[in-house]
């Protein structure tokens, strides 16, 4: 007899009569499941985990963004009113006025807008990771809105930096943060990426000097220096200022003498924003031949006797035939702050001075202060003829300075200028305009005297066809590419290259893994300045395939840095 326990335990009566499974209700059709990839799946955060994240510092600012984009997310500086704390609000405070910190003795021009210098001796390598770090924090959380915890960091520095300095700016990314890789590529390689070229000649009118730089296929061929730059264009133009104030008081003007620039260094150097401000928004640079070439005493003197008006009848006979000057009232950056007016053709004498000092002549320049135009044709003139040929034509006008108006056309226009007069001839001088001239009067001379049955020798050859069709059809799918002329070519930036080359997802020469970087620091590094990621020598298992089956680091490299 069956027990209730068993009854249940029964299989249905259907289950075993398969001949009457027909007579079942068929099952409701239903979509199948599809399984989707973790690849595709929307990330918990806000951006995915692999995104790459850009930096580009420099001297006196950090831009940031995601790899991909044409523009960062950010531009930070690193001036004081940058670095208070948290909850400093002293500079909404009525009557505060941070032109009025008095600054201390010795202090240099602009010290306290830097990140860092080329001389270490008096560099606080301390107070820039702190800096750093700070920068960054900010940028990933304000601006970038994630968390710091990008798997990998594009970082743009440029070519020539001191190695402690790169050390530690290293260690203070590896050492907050949570990346596992940071690749370095060199500012002017970006900018020739940026420019959509693979050569050119880039000129970076940066903070504290002007850097040349030679590229050929994405290579640093030649790089030359000077300290013509817009730190230097900034204390000039607070020296014209200062004379401009100085020559509008008619009670002072009578004391106008040659030491009207020791006076003006020592009163300018509180003034620094002020000053900044006025060359950033109201700098501009003169047409060849704009502006008159005089001296600096001359030129305040004249200043000085047009306040008095004692020259308003001379100014009046000429000023028909001259063009109208207008005057331009701006804030003074000196106390007590009041409104002076000085001409507009002022605000480019500045620029004339900084960059192509027209009243010096070569010998009495330094070498290390050389104007920007004679360095770009130098430049060019030690490159070999092929180099030359292609940098020429690509002429990338890049930095802080290039935003002055009329000073890229001002440039290409000098450079074109030099050529014209010297060619590329390296030797220069009255001597060598003698040698070229009896060299013309030679070559003159036989022409006038060559003999008159040499008509055969200048007879139109005959056209090879078969060649002529030839040479069209080899040279149908190659691109024609301008060289040979002074050129200049407009780019997105250093940091829209990084961010190029960092979306192509590709290995970097210079790829500093964590924990060899922590292991051994940049100690660790090959001095090896010519390393390629393409593998040398592959083995029967494939490129980069050992016998394991796993490919093997064998350590990182410094590239250009080295």
């Not at 044409?70 to 500086?77: A, K, S, W």
């Not at 001409?343 to 009243?359: G, Q, R």
Request: hydrophobic share 35%; aromatic share 8%; with cysteine.
């Amino acid at each position: 007899m069956t027990t209730a326990s068993g009854y249940f335990d029964r299989k249905p009566p259907g289950a075993g009569r398969p001949g009457l499974s027909y007579l079942q209700a068929p099952p409701s059709p239903q979509t199948p499941r599809r399984t989707i990839s973790s690849a595709f799946s929307s990330p918990s955060n806000y951006r995915g985990e692999e995104d790459v994240l850009v930096f580009e510092l420099g001297a006196r600012h950090l831009s940031a963004g995601f790899a991909g984009e044409f523009y960062p997310r950010c531009n930070l500086g690193f001036g004081p009113t940058d670095s208070q704390r948290e909850g400093d609000y002293r500079r909404w405070a009525p009557g505060f006025d941070h032109r009025s910190v008095k600054k201390r003795e010795g202090y240099e021009w602009g010290e306290d807008h830097e990140l860092w210098r080329m001389d270490l001796r008096e560099l606080d390598l301390g107070l820039v990771g702190d800096k750093v770090e700070r920068a960054a924090r900010e940028a990933c959380s304000k601006y970038l809105l994630l968390e710091p915890k990008s798997k990998k960091l594009f970082l743009l520095l440029p070519s020539v930096i001191p190695h402690q300095l790169l050390s530690n700016i290293i260690f203070t990314l590896f050492h907050n943060f949570a990346y596992g890789s940071i690749s370095l590529l060199c500012t002017s390689i970006a900018c020739v990426l940026g420019a959509g070229c693979r050569s050119g000649l880039v000129v970076d009118i940066g903070w504290s000097e002007t850097v040349i730089t030679s590229v050929c296929e994405y290579r640093e061929t030649s790089q030359w220096r000077t300290t013509r730059a817009m730190k230097f264009l900034s204390k000039q133009m607070g020296n014209m200022l200062f004379r401009q104030e100085f020559c509008n008081n008619l009670t002072s003007s009578i004391e106008l003498d040659l030491d009207t620039d020791d006076k003006a260094n020592a009163s300018i150097n509180g003034c620094f924003e002020g000053c900044e401000e006025i060359t950033t928004r109201m700098a501009w640079c003169p047409a060849v031949g704009e502006l008159g070439q005089t001296s600096p005493v001359n030129e305040d003197v004249t200043i000085a006797v047009n306040n008095l008006s004692i020259n308003q009848d001379e100014d009046s006979k000429t000023g028909a035939h001259s063009i109208e000057d207008p005057l331009t009232s701006i804030t003074s950056p000196f106390p007590p702050h009041h409104i002076i007016q000085i001409p507009f053709s002022s605000l480019a004498k500045p620029v004339e001075t900084a960059f192509f000092a027209p009243a010096s002549t070569v010998h009495d320049i330094d070498i290390h202060e050389q104007p920007l135009h004679r360095l770009i044709y130098k430049a060019l003139l030690l490159l070999s003829p092929d180099i030359r040929s292609v940098c020429m034509s690509r002429i990338i006008i890049v930095g802080g300075g290039s935003n002055i108006p009329g000073l890229k056309s001002r440039l290409l226009e000098e450079v074109s200028n030099l050529v014209k007069d010297r060619g590329w001839d390296p030797i220069y001088g009255k001597a060598a305009d003698e040698r070229r001239r009896r060299i013309k009067e030679v070559s003159a001379h036989r022409r006038v005297c060559s003999l008159p049955d040499d008509s055969a020798a200048h007879a139109p050859q005959d056209q090879d066809s078969i060649g002529e069709t030839l040479r069209k059809e080899q040279n149908k799918f190659m691109k024609s590419t301008i060289s040979g002329v002074i050129r200049g070519v407009e780019t997105l930036g250093a940091w829209a290259g990084g961010s190029l080359t960092a979306d192509l997802k590709i290995q970097s020469i210079v790829e500093i893994d964590k924990d060899y970087f922590t292991q051994h620091g940049l100690a660790g590094a090959k001095r090896d300045t010519e390393s390629s990621v393409v593998p040398q020598q592959q083995s029967g298992y494939g490129a980069g395939i050992s016998r394991t089956g796993l490919s093997q680091k064998t350590g990182w490299t410094l590239g250009g840095w080295a």
